[in-house]
């Protein structure tokens, strides 16, 4: 049961990816990204007792933290000025492809 | 003893695959930004929860089982503040929200709760 | 730009501020957060336990954040009824958003709407809006004031919250203390 647990999880991962790089905002893109890191945290957890080794937790632990950080950090970044500046640029294309 | 808390810890890791799989359908599937949110809140909320409990019941001593649960506490609080930062960065920088207006789809096909 | 991105912080009720007890607790749960991560009780571990917990008490109290807002500890006493029920609701929108999930984007109908809320400290107003995220279907997307703007997936979730349940007990759960 958690090998067939990992086989899902590895192919939700795959979907988000798929999203993250389909995604035609870049909103998309960065909740695509925490979908995936959320992923990794339950797929490194399911890895720790497949392999019989609970310390993985520990992993899985920092990962979620981290996680969490660098979605907040990129947010901060893309409320700033010259990042505005340089989507305004890029936004007919981005509604082209939508 | 051990056998029921295998079986149900199968049952919690197969009902958590196939709602995480739901969750990524649901990413991919669903029309814009603000409906994807909610797709994503399914996996990080029941998905990554019964996955969890699937794990804490086969969990060989009790350090692992504090561990689990306080990987589900940090991803249950972490992930609406998450979600909540990108839905109101993503409204503030002008991302419409296709909104239903009630009239073309939801009249002739009332969805129920 | 300060504190924004969260909650914009408009009421500053400081009458209970810097009880002993709150710093109390946050030594609690830095001690247990040790103790899990670690597990090693010889000597010299858990003076290097006990020195990081006494810097970040110390740190705590420089930045002043230690008050009833980061250790909620009054409301532990009706927290897990409502925990109780918030995840039996949890449960339920789960189960009604994996359905539409696989009933196609014909069936739902994505609304954006503006509620009112009820509770008066901030405390109150992030516990409903977190409530709110939690469960699938329904994001809040903005708080100003006494007002929220929520975006739901379908039209009855809206319904559902605008009859205040949730408001009710989360306002219940608060004032009780």
């Known amino acids: 049961m958690l090998t067939a647990a990992t086989i899902a999880i590895l192919v939700v991962m795959l979907l988000a990816i798929i999203r993250c790089v389909v995604g035609p905002t870049l909103y998309d893109r960065i909740l695509a990204f925490n979908m995936f890191g959320t992923k990794t945290v339950l797929l490194i957890s399911i890895l720790g007792f497949l392999m019989g080794r609970p310390e993985f937790l520990d992993i899985a632990l920092v990962y979620a933290l981290i996680n969490f950080i660098s979605v907040i950090g990129v947010l901060r970044f893309s409320d700033s000025v010259e990042f505005k500046h340089s989507l305004q640029q890029q936004a007919p294309t981005k509604e082209d492809k939508q | 003893m051990s056998l029921i808390l295998e079986i149900g810890s199968g049952l919690c890791l197969l009902l958590g695959s196939f709602i995480c799989l739901s969750g990524g359908v649901g990413i991919l599937r669903f029309p814009d930004f603000y409906t994807r949110i909610h797709a994503v809140g399914v996996t990080d909320t029941l998905g990554a929860g019964l996955i969890l409990t699937g794990l804490m019941l086969i969990s060989p001593d009790g350090l692992v089982l504090l561990k689990l649960i306080m990987i589900l506490l940090f991803t249950l609080f972490i992930n609406p503040t998450a979600s909540h930062a990108l839905a109101k960065a993503a409204l503030r920088n002008n991302l419409k929200p296709v909104l239903d207006d009630s009239s073309d789809k939801g009249g002739d096909k009332p969805s129920k709760l | 730009m300060k504190n924004n991105i969260f ?122 809006a977190n409530s709110i995220t939690l469960t699938p279907g329904t994001v809040t997307v903005d708080i100003v004031g006494d007002r929220m703007t929520i975006h739901a997936l379908i039209k009855d979730n809206i319904d559902t919250l605008k009859t205040g349940e949730m408001d009710r007990r989360v306002t219940e759960m608060e004032s009780r203390c």
């Open chain 3, 7 to 128: 909650l914009d912080k408009n009421t500053s009720d400081k009458t209970t501020r810097n009880l002993p007890s709150h710093t109390l607790s946050l030594f609690l749960s830095l001690s247990l957060f040790w103790w899990i991560n670690s597990n090693y009780s010889n000597a010299l571990l858990l003076s290097l336990g006990a020195a990081s917990i006494l810097l970040v008490l110390y740190i705590a109290h420089r930045m002043d954040v230690i008050d009833h807002e980061s250790q909620p500890i009054h409301l532990s006493v009706n927290m897990p009824n409502y925990v109780i029920w918030l995840t039996k609701e949890v449960i339920i929108s789960n189960i009604s958003v994996v359905k539409h999930v696989w009933l196609g984007n014909s069936s739902i109908s994505p609304t954006l709407a503006t509620i009112d809320i009820s509770q008066r400290t901030d405390l109150g107003k992030v516990i409903y």
